[in-house]
């Protein structure tokens, strides 16, 4: 099954693997960028900080961190898993496939076990160079790429991997359902899409934050590493009171009527808590996806 698997999809993994390559180059090249720009700045004083000091590069870095992993997991998702059952049905020739010696579920396993191990290979060697960008961004002197714990829990390579992985099981799942090769790359798309972004928008929402009050004279009760924060001015009477745009200061709070504020956030030291408990719900999905379309096969094929 290595063998045939191998021909009959050898333009998507070297697609692939060329894709991987380029952007894991390229991540490179900008970590190596930013390290050499933080070694500078902390010998001599960049005026606009390391991050200024990037020039065009800045924007290029950023853009190209967001989007690498997505990009490959998607295509992984549309291009390799969607059409890998659909196809089969769509031009009917799973009744000469499933025909042979080699029955319907060892068919499958074999698909999956070759094209899933060069999805995992491949996510993870590009979640390494992005993670080094990462590392290398975190490390800036005077913190000016604003790249703390918060900012790259998404780009944790444990969590970058799984969320591949749930894209290949989805596309899986997909195109049995469909078996249809156009449907099911579009649905697949979207789901992919939607579900990667409310995963990552939500996650930090998903423990218990942290609450506490303090004076108006004290400082800020949210912390400058919070994951996310909502501040509350208080009166006396521990109630809300409503202050105009631009009164931040103490003179001009108490001024309003505020005696306190309270604040409402993450703090960073759940940050490995956050990733397990994405990675897990990850694993989750993926295992619900791969079921869903090993019920189907075998119901298709009884």
């Known amino acids: 099954m290595v063998w045939i698997t191998w021909r009959q999809h050898r333009a998507a993994l070297v697609g692939a693997l060329v894709l991987t390559v380029v952007l894991s180059a390229l991540l490179l090249w900008l970590w190596q960028g930013v390290v050499e720009v933080n070694a500078a700045c902390s010998v001599l004083d960049c005026w606009l900080g390391a991050a200024g000091a990037m020039g065009d590069r800045l924007a290029f870095s950023y853009t190209s961190l967001y989007f690498a992993q997505p990009a490959l997991g998607g295509l992984i998702a549309v291009f390799w898993a969607a059409p890998l059952l659909a196809r089969e049905y769509e031009q009917r020739t799973y009744l000469l496939a499933w025909s042979q010696d080699v029955t319907p579920m060892r068919w499958l396993v074999g698909k999956v076990a070759v094209l899933g191990a060069a999805a995992v290979v491949l996510s993870a060697v590009l979640a390494v160079a992005s993670w080094q960008l990462v590392q290398a961004m975190k490390a800036s002197p005077g913190g000016t790429f604003a790249m703390n714990d918060s900012r790259a829990l998404e780009f944790w390579p444990p969590t970058q991997v799984m969320y591949t992985l749930f894209g290949f099981a989805l596309g899986l799942a997909v195109g049995m359902a469909t078996r249809r090769i156009l449907p099911a790359m579009g649905i697949t798309l979207v789901a992919f899409a939607a579900v990667r ?20 004279t004290a400082n800020s009760p949210d912390p400058d590493q919070a994951y996310y924060g909502g501040l509350s001015y208080l009166d006396s009477a521990s109630q809300p009171v409503q202050v105009p745009a631009g009164c931040y200061d103490g003179p001009c709070l108490t001024r309003h009527g505020v005696t306190s504020v309270s604040a409402v956030f993450e703090t960073v030291e759940q940050t490995a808590t956050f990733q397990w408990t994405e990675v897990i719900s990850y694993a989750v999905l993926t295992a619900v996806c791969a079921g869903v379309a090993w019920a189907l096969v075998r119901r298709a094929t009884r």
């Open 197 to 216: 972004v409310a995963i990552a928008s939500t996650v930090v929402h998903w423990l218990a934050p942290v609450r506490t009050t303090v004076p108006v």
